[in-house]
């Protein structure tokens, strides 16, 4: 069983940034990918980013690409979102995801098995 918990989460206006962190714990992962997906009221779970765990390919919503960065630090077993230049409209929030298995669409929620309880995201006006 693997254990995600997010932080880092806040009141932000437009053209800021802001780090959001996972640290993941439990069953060690050596395969498989670790994912943020964000998701607004009203609105269905989105892509954001995706690392696979064996290698390091990196994948990027067309939305956020330029602007965000997913990268993992593996002595503190934790995968970061840094987000430049945001957008923020309302609040949103942002789930870390994980998979122990090869995903083939790895831009799709229902492929991972485990998630975080999510971080806020507001943006202010």
């Known amino acids: 069983q693997v254990q995600l918990v997010e932080s880092g989460g806040g009141l932000v206006q437009a053209g800021d940034s802001l780090r959001l962190s996972c640290v993941v714990s439990?069953?060690?992962?050596?395969?498989?990918?670790t994912g943020w997906f964000r998701q607004s009221l009203g609105k269905e779970r989105g892509f954001v980013a995706a690392?696979?765990?064996?290698?390091?390919?990196?994948y990027y919503a067309d939305s956020v690409k330029g602007r965000f960065t997913i990268s993992r630090d593996n002595a503190k077993n934790t995968v970061y979102l840094q987000m430049n230049g945001l957008k923020p409209e309302g609040t949103t929030h942002y789930y870390c995801?994980?998979?122990?298995?090869?995903?083939?669409?790895?831009?799709?929620?229902?492929?991972?098995?485990?998630w975080g309880q999510g971080t806020q995201v507001t943006g202010s006006s």
């Open positions: 995801t994980a998979e122990g298995r090869i995903i083939v669409s790895i831009r799709t929620p229902s492929r991972y098995n485990c």
């Open positions: 690392r696979r765990w064996s290698g390091g390919n990196t």
């Open positions: 439990g069953r060690a992962i050596s395969d498989g990918a």
